[in-house]
């Protein structure tokens, strides 16, 4: 029997008719593998996974490997967002039995949980590299009949090797307090980290892809937390900002001007099968698009702070040598328009009833029952023509402004795009776009709009999971001030009261909800810490206290993570997982598609301790970072979540505080300071009446009169220097110069302190 049909994941009831018996994960599986005396098969994907759908047509709706696992095996259908719990502690045993890991995951247990045997996807035939799915099947079933001792002893030593990681970050918090003062990161360990950070910037531009941009080869990923860092790191007076600068804008520009970027309707796809950005693997996923989204705001904010851009030239000899010229930086213009249809789109496509974002749209497209991957997006010469001839009818000027009809557009388009005679083929312009190609792009696209919108779309997995909302909670609330996007606030607001009444009840945050109801296991650390950001994102933007106060309320709550001075992943451990590698539950200090679940804390906590002063947010954060130096030597790259903690840092972080009634002189204080890419700055606004919000805004308070002047001041450490009362004033003290262009060194902040 299929158990699957009443599953709230999409995921699972994608395989509810099946012929294979699945079970959901849970304790009752693991009995009846027990009582039956035979192996567990566990298969995890997600619902946009391309290579999930391949698998689960070749093999698991043959009804001869549906009867096969169902006489021999227990199967288990697992939706890896649901439950990032189980993926962890299997994925982990996967790399460990085969050196390799990725969707859809194979993996075959005891009845107790251990892993013995692991691959990702099976073929239905076999080829020389892979054994056909059937062949596994088989051979399993064999060794577990046949030499049961040999599968405990493997399943007993995968579980010892996992039980310790590598990689365990130490966390004292819930112990006894250290008695140590707070570290100096202006001198000591700060300077250690400073030359790490640019260590690591150095290490980043040697992976470049100077001749399409990026960083390594295929397949080629947005290094979104990388990219965070070396926007935070391009905003400081280290002698690399202008590497850093240059990497971060070429790579943003690589990936805007390339298939991986939605060019008809925005967003970003998740990767790149090419090297050169052609061939996207087409599912698109809220957790690259809020990373994503958020790089775009933030390089937007530090490019029209410091105008100018990063050539050749200013590159160190280090990293310049070689032929190949480089990649244009993401222009301030283009990277407004990426950031704003990235926004269109997430609204448009993702957004659900009540506030809350779907976890993604398919990889695939299915017409008339068949899987197609990516042919929502693709196009035909017929259909480029098709689109200019429609749009000849109301722009027949700009067409004969460039000397061209609309066929000859469409040709032009279709040799910039890439796109083959026959056929159809990648959106990608493949190289820098000339100003007449330009022209005809924005000829076309209405056209590519009107066809688009008559196409089949991919499915969307409805599912809302908790951290990927907090991110985009957080870039959203950025956007909206830095962009002045209002209706990025308006989504942002009804998020985070989503967020509130849906997932946190106040002490436990629930990881996904579907349909407006929260169920299955609790948060993970990413769950609470990237919440906790998008409230104290939300905070700074308006002002609310009631979006700090469910910040410090997750915080307070994420402290049960840190266990016998180690950061765990998890809270408790799910069902069922009693017997998986203990080790998976460890957190892990390395990014992924999204910055690690520590560096998330580490971030949120600075934020909260400049707030509030707090001492034991500092300490904590210090701790977290013990080891980012080793990390940050063995992988540079997969470090970028913790290096940018570790700027804003190094930079403070710099805190602003504005105390004034709304409107006239206070708006134009508050527009200012959110023009500073200092990394890690906070800002809080106050009217000034009656209690101070936080203690950052202690003793600032302007009384009621209506002919008080609204006072900004800058902070370090909530030592502040003295208050002003104009835009201009304030961009001096945050750094800029008499033409408003931002210098990274700032102004003494020893010279006038006040507390």
């Known amino acids: 029997m299929n158990r699957l049909a009443s599953e709230p994941s999409a995921y699972l009831r994608q395989h509810a008719s099946n012929p294979v018996d699945w079970h959901p994960f849970?304790?009752?599986?693991?009995?009846?593998?027990?009582?039956?005396?035979?192996?567990v098969f566990l298969s995890i994907g997600y619902a946009a996974c391309h290579w999930c759908h391949v698998m689960a047509r070749e093999s698991f709706e043959d009804p001869q490997v549906g009867a096969y696992l169902r006489e021999h095996f227990v199967s288990i259908k697992v939706d890896r967002e649901e439950r990032p719990d189980v993926d962890d502690a299997y994925m982990a045993a996967t790399q460990a039995l085969t050196g390799q890991g990725g969707w859809p995951m194979s993996v075959f247990l005891t009845p107790s949980g251990q892993a013995f045997y692991a691959g990702t996807y099976f073929p239905p035939q076999a080829s020389p590299a892979r054994p056909s799915f059937r062949q596994v099947l088989a051979a399993v079933t064999e060794a577990w009949t046949e030499r049961p001792e040999e599968v405990?002893?493997?399943?007993?030593?995968?579980?010892?090797?996992?039980?310790?990681?590598?990689?365990?970050?130490q966390s004292g918090h819930g112990l006894t307090p250290k008695a140590d003062p707070v570290i100096d990161f202006s001198a000591g360990l700060g300077a250690g980290l400073a030359s790490c950070t640019s260590a690591a910037v150095l290490a980043m531009a040697d992976a470049e892809d100077r001749l399409h941009g990026g960083l390594g080869t295929a397949p080629k990923f947005p290094p979104t937390p990388a990219l965070e860092f070396l926007i935070r790191h391009a905003a400081t007076q280290a002698p690399t900002a202008a590497v850093a600068r240059g990497l971060a804008g070429r790579t943003l520009g690589a990936m805007v001007g390339s298939a991986l970027f939605d060019q008809v309707a925005g967003g970003f796809a998740r990767y790149s099968v090419s090297a050169d950005w052609s061939l996207p693997h087409y599912e698109k996923m809220l957790y690259d698009n809020a990373g994503l989204l958020r790089a775009l705001v933030h390089w937007v904010r530090l490019v029209e702070s410091s105008p100018g851009s990063v050539n050749v030239a200013e590159e160190p000899s280090s990293v310049s040598s070689g032929t190949s010229a480089l990649r244009a930086t993401l222009s301030v213009e283009d990277a407004r328009r990426a950031a704003k249809e990235t926004i269109a789109w997430l609204l448009a496509e993702l957004r659900l009833p009540g506030g809350g974002f779907a976890s993604s749209l398919d990889a695939d497209t299915v017409i008339d029952g068949v899987h197609h991957e990516g042919a929502s997006y693709q196009w035909t010469r017929e259909e480029l023509i098709s689109a200019a001839s429609d749009a000849a009818s109301?722009?027949?000027s700009d067409l004969a402004a460039l000397g061209t009809d609309a066929e000859q557009a469409a040709s032009a388009v279709g040799d910039f795009m890439h796109i083959p005679a026959a056929g159809a083929g990648a959106l990608h312009p493949g190289r820098e776009l000339s100003r007449t190609e330009r022209a005809i792009w924005k000829t076309v696209l209405p056209g590519l709009k009107s066809l688009r919108a008559k196409r089949t779309m991919p499915a969307r997995d409805e599912k809302v999971v908790a951290a990927w909302n907090g991110m985009l909670l957080s870039a959203l609330a950025e956007a909206a001030m830095i962009l002045e996007e209002p209706q990025a606030l308006d989504a942002a607001l009804e998020l985070a009261h989503y967020l509130c009444q849906v997932h946190w009840d106040g002490s436990v945050l629930l990881r996904v909800s579907h349909e407006g109801l929260a169920r299955g296991i609790e948060g993970m650390?990413?769950?609470?810490?990237?919440?906790a950001d998008g409230f104290m994102a939300l905070y700074a933007a308006t002002g609310d206290m009631a979006w700090f106060d469910s910040a410090g309320a997750l915080l307070e709550s994420a402290r049960r993570f840190a266990v016998e001075g180690t950061l765990m992943n998890t809270a408790v451990v799910g069902a069922g997982l009693a017997q998986a590698p203990a080790g998976a539950r460890f957190a892990d200090p390395f990014d992924n598609a999204t910055a690690s679940p520590v560096a998330m804390l580490a971030g949120a906590l600075v934020s909260h301790g400049a707030y509030t002063g707090a001492r034991e947010d500092r300490v904590w954060v210090e701790q977290l970072l013990g080891s980012v130096r080793e990390l940050a030597q063995r992988a540079p790259r997969s470090a970028g979540g913790l290096l940018s903690v570790v700027e804003a840092l190094l930079a403070g972080p710099v805190e602003v505080a504005i105390v004034g009634v709304p409107g006239g002189a206070c708006d134009a204080l508050v527009s200012q300071a959110w023009k500073s890419p200092s990394p890690g700055l906070v800002i809080a606004v106050w009217e000034g009446d009656g209690e101070a919000p936080v203690a950052l805004m202690e003793g600032r308070g302007i009384g009621s009169g209506s002919n008080e002047q609204p006072l900004a001041y800058v902070c370090y450490n909530t030592a502040c220097q003295r208050p002003v009362s104009t835009a201009p004033e304030l961009a001096a003290l945050l750094g800029y110069d008499s033409e408003l262009t931002y210098d990274p060194t700032g102004p003494d902040r020893g010279a006038e302190d006040v507390t």
Request: glycine content about 2%; overall charge negative; aromatic content about 8%.
């Open 26 to 39: 849970g304790a009752a599986a693991f009995a009846q593998a027990r009582e039956r005396n035979v192996p």
């Open 152 to 169: 405990m002893s493997t399943a007993n030593a995968v579980s010892a090797a996992l039980a310790n990681p590598v990689w365990r970050v």
């Open 394 to 396: 109301d722009v027949a």
């Open 525 to 531: 650390l990413e769950d609470y810490a990237a919440c």
